[in-house]
């Protein structure tokens, strides 16, 4: 008899909700996660409560703020003198979010009737997971169903190796006790772009060096060309097709040596440097022998479209196996895996699931972009409306950026939603409904948006589509 239904290896944005799932299925469940902070703690919720996605919409969220009194306050007539800031206190207020969302997770797990354990997690033949606490004590338990949800970590770069102080990866860029002066960071991705705003607000001189000669290669790129005229706007000095050769420490400071876009060999001196080329998923002694799971040449764990892998009843979810690494993306195939179990009904779209950028101004897209449905040959009509003739946002003083709808021509389905401006994060929500219901743009057209609110921008691209838009002129 087993001891368990389901194990889940790993209590991050993919695990916890698996078990958490599994036990509101009614199922007997275990959820292991080795996660300890830089003090020694340890805490469910992985890399995105801990390290990542919550700790960097804090700093975002506070360095916004400074930004805004500092630049827009006084638009408002808003008169404060001198503004400054306490870095201590805005690492102890994030801090204080990240500890109450992790406990959090202990008490959800709790209240599901789930078996927490804080320890490492091995998958052994036959469905056993030999679990190892972290005062060293070893169990083995068996489990009719295991999911693998261990997560992914930072790609290191060989010619600008960690040091924990001045060359660091996002988490230590998270923890930093003071505003660099000079803050390099290698990668314009979305973690590249979100920290160097945080400290760019703050007052850092920040350089990003981004290998791709093409700016945020994965999104529409009229999206992204917008978005480059805004970060360069605000100070950041981006520059693409550089690619590092050689980073050294050199007393305090950090020496990169580079080759720009046309091939000419450049340097940088900065105060510190944050590495955020990728992540890779973390699969370091998470299978024993014989468990009859594959890992590909690149870490992913193989599993198919139901998130299952080679071996009977053994699962993985989230970023350790293919598609995009995005928290909301783990939970969904977590929840979906946790209801396949239990013999329900489950379903991940794969072709719905959005992706943000909090800068300021938020990026948001779902679905394809205008390139993507060029190059399948699909005729298509596009309709975009600016938040320049946005009521409300040009209230919040946030009339940067675009709402732009992709459309096919033969059927009005929507194919793309692409949001550069003022809480784009939140309005893309209503373009994922839309197309998780095979709406129409036409339905969108009908559907009545309050007004004044940022939301009518969809509305109104939706209507652009057909060049029926109300709020501006129709070419």
């Keep these: 008899m087993s001891d368990f239904d389901v ?18 299925n009614g199922l007997k469940v275990a959820c292991i996660d080795e996660w300890k902070n830089y003090d020694g703690s340890t805490a469910f919720g992985g890399t995105c409560l801990n390290a990542g996605c919550i700790p960097s919409k804090a700093l975002l969220e506070s360095s916004e703020l400074f ?56 998958l052994l033949a036959g469905r056993q997971v030999q679990f190892t606490a972290h005062d060293g004590g070893v169990k083995v338990f068996t489990a009719k169903h295991v999911v693998l949800a261990s997560g992914s970590q930072p790609m290191p770069l060989k010619t600008a190796p960690f040091d924990g102080k001045h ?4 988490w230590g860029a998270l923890e930093f006790a003071s505003v660099p002066k000079r803050l390099g960071v290698i990668g314009a991705g979305v ?31 009229q999206l992204a060309k917008e978005a480059l005229k805004h970060f360069k706007k605000q100070g950041l000095d981006l520059r693409l097709g550089a690619k590092v050769t050689a980073a050294s420490v050199k007393g305090d400071v950090v020496e990169v040596s580079y080759t720009d876009a046309a091939g000419a060999a450049q340097s940088l001196t900065v105060d510190r440097l944050i590495v955020c080329i ?16 594959i890992v590909d040449e690149r870490g992913f ?12 009843n053994v699962w993985a979810v989230g970023d350790c196996v293919r598609g995009p690494m995005l928290a909301h993306k783990g939970k969904e195939e977590g929840v979906a895996v946790a209801d396949r179990i239990a013999g329900l009904y ?11 950028v909090y800068t300021a101004p938020e990026i948001a897209w779902v679905g394809a972009t205008e390139e993507q449905v060029k190059a399948s040959g699909r005729e298509y009509k596009v309709g975009s409306f600016p938040f320049l003739a946005s009521g409300r946002a040009r209230a919040m003083e946030a009339g940067q950026g675009f709402a732009k709808v992709i459309v096919a ?17 939140e309005l893309i929500a209503e373009a994922v409904l839309a197309m998780e219901y095979s709406a129409s743009a036409e339905d969108l057209q009908r559907t009545i948006h309050a007004h004044p609110t940022l939301s009518e921008a969809l509305h109104e691209a939706a209507l652009a589509a057909d060049k029926r838009a109300i709020d501006m002129p129709n070419r």
Aim: aromatic share 4%; net charge neutral; glycine share 14%.
């Design 301 to 312: 764990i193989k599993v198919d479209e139901h998130c299952r892998t080679d071996a009977d």
């Design 7 to 24: 194990i889940v290896i790993g209590g991050g944005p993919a695990g916890y909700p698996t078990a958490i799932r599994a036990g509101q």
């Design 167 to 170: 060359v660091v990866d996002s």
């Design 409 to 425: 021509k033969d059927d009005d389905q929507i194919l793309g939603v692409h949001i550069i401006g003022p809480m784009a994060g």
């Design 67 to 122: 930004h805004r009194a500092q630049a827009e306050f006084a638009t408002h007539g808003i008169k404060t003198g001198a503004v400054a800031i306490d870095i201590a206190a805005m690492q102890k207020r994030k801090a204080g979010i990240v500890k109450t969302m992790t406990g959090g997770i202990v008490q959800l797990l709790k209240a599901a009737g789930v078996t927490a354990l804080q320890g490492h997690g091995k």
């Design 278 to 293: 990728g992540r890779r998923p973390y699969t370091g002694n998470l299978l024993g022998e014989g468990t009859g799971v």
């Design 191 to 221: 973690i590249g772009l979100e920290l160097g705003s945080v400290w760019r607000r703050l007052g850092a001189d920040v350089v990003v060096l981004e290998a791709m000669p093409a700016f945020l290669a994965m999104a529409d790129q």
């Design 346 to 356: 489950a379903h991940v779209n794969y072709d719905a699931i959005p992706s943000v």
